[in-house]
């Protein structure tokens, strides 16, 4: 018989294309199953428990910790014992870095590797284990998923480390590693090995182009919690997000700071981000962003230069440029100013992203103070979401950004024209209500 990988629909042929949800290359050839018994045929009672008297102070029930304090928050505390975990992220990132520094830190981990060799993993694990530092860390180098399995259910580890499930060949599914019945075979495996085990188990995924996690969706909803490892290769900031988290937030962003040693905790981003600042320049406004329940500090960057071609250009790092016209439209129609006639070029500092409309001003400000060719003293720190009719919105946890701006010395803030406003001791609140006011004493 072949089945449908995507819709499990049966057929006695093969052919290139499912003709009951249409998906290409999807039939693969599975045994014939008997017809099973149907429901109320006189089979046995899965046996009950009483939730009530599980103590979750066991021993068998205490998180294990990564010792690293931000990545634990991002976890809800740690790794919850026969949790199945994703960790996703692009080539070079570093997955296989953090992953290792959890191992050492696990003591009595096994790493399972399909891609690279026990020498090639040794060098890594005595680099970031420095030179007295110890580990206890078992290794197998193998791509078939019958011995992993076998390895992990026969000796128990501490924390088990699998990378990468496109690897993994499943001895039941005929088909290449890292097909979509191979990566939902072996996931379902590993889950049901933690459960049975209680041993943890961090599986490292790949991911597209577009930046999401490869392979069917249904890979994210069977484990316990999705992390991703986000950042630029050339850049040495990395953030580490949770996106399902079955034991805890899904609020919590750690920013991690790639080093010799591995990937290091950053206490204060804000201040790392902003301790490179220039001298003031036209077309620079800092604004406060919220990375979770984190509220960071970073520099928007604006240039313009006058257009030598029929149209202008515009271009933006960290920003959508579609949010970007919208802004140019605004700053056009309504101010009067000349955006058509130039070419407008925004950055955010740092790699990180302007997604949130708390940044519209800031960005607004920018590119004003650049036509201007004015200045915006480096005291004064600005978010608000711009409408399209000029007026600034109030956005969500002002309180936290205010105080985050208090926290770096910011003696100025524009923000959003409402009431409530939180109370700062040394941080001077100018109500905004539309942009047309801030671009007046801009342009003075």
């Not at 591995?262 to 981003?269: E, F, K, M, N, S």
């Not at 439209?329 to 058509?340: N, W």
Request: one cysteine or more; a neutral charge; hydrophobic letters at 40%.
């Amino acid at each position: 018989m072949f089945v449908c990988t995507e819709c499990k629909s049966r057929s006695q042929k093969w052919s290139g294309k499912c003709l009951n949800c249409s998906a290409w290359s999807s039939l693969v050839e599975a045994p014939d199953e008997k017809k099973k018994k149907g429901l109320g045929g006189g089979g046995s009672a899965a046996p009950l428990v009483a939730l009530q008297d599980i103590s979750a102070s066991a021993p068998a029930h205490a998180r294990l910790s990564t010792k690293i304090a931000s990545v634990d928050e991002v976890l809800g505390g740690g790794i919850v014992p026969g949790s199945l975990v994703l960790l996703a992220g692009e080539p070079g990132i570093g997955k296989s870095t953090i992953v290792m520094q959890i191992a050492i830190a696990a003591r009595g981990a096994l790493y399972v590797s399909g891609e690279e060799s026990a020498d090639q993993v040794s060098l890594r694990m005595k680099r970031l284990a420095g030179p007295g530092g110890k580990a206890d860390i078992k290794f197998i180098g193998t791509t078939d998923f019958e011995e992993v399995y076998n390895a992990i259910k026969t000796h128990r580890p501490t924390l088990a480390i699998v990378d990468s499930v496109q690897t993994m060949r499943h001895p039941d599914v005929p088909s290449e590693p890292g097909n979509v019945a191979q990566i939902r075979a072996v996931a379902n495996a590993l889950m049901d090995l933690a459960n049975q085990t209680g041993v943890p188990i961090i599986l490292i995924g790949h991911v597209t182009k577009d930046g999401s996690v490869a392979g069917p969706k249904t890979l994210e909803h069977l484990v316990d919690v999705v992390i991703a490892l986000e950042g630029e290769r050339s850049d040495r900031l990395r953030f580490m997000r949770c996106f399902k988290n079955r034991f805890g937030p899904t609020d919590e962003v750690a920013v991690l700071e790639m080093l010799e040693n591995g990937l290091q905790p950053v206490a204060d981003p804000s201040g790392l981000l902003l301790q490179e600042r220039s001298l003031p320049v036209p077309g620079t406004v800092v604004t406060c962003l919220m990375d979770g329940n984190r509220p960071i500090l970073v520099e928007i960057q604006a240039l313009t230069t006058r257009t030598t071609f029929g149209f202008p250009q515009r271009r933006a790092v960290g920003v959508d440029t579609g949010r970007l016209q919208i802004l140019l439209a605004v700053l056009g129609r309504r101010m009067g100013l000349p955006v058509d006639q130039f070419d407008v070029f925004v950055n955010v500092v740092g790699g990180l992203s302007a997604d949130e409309p708390a940044a519209d001003l800031a960005i607004c400000m920018a590119i004003a103070s650049a036509l201007a060719d004015k200045t915006i003293p480096q005291t004064v720190i600005a978010f608000g979401e711009v409408g399209l009719s000029g007026e600034i919105r109030r956005v969500k946890n002002m309180d936290k950004r205010l105080k985050e701006a208090e926290r770096q010395g910011f003696k100025f803030a524009l923000v959003p024209a409402a009431k409530n406003f939180p109370t700062t001791k040394t941080l001077k609140l100018t109500p905004i209500a539309d942009i047309k006011s801030v671009l007046e004493k801009i342009e003075k």
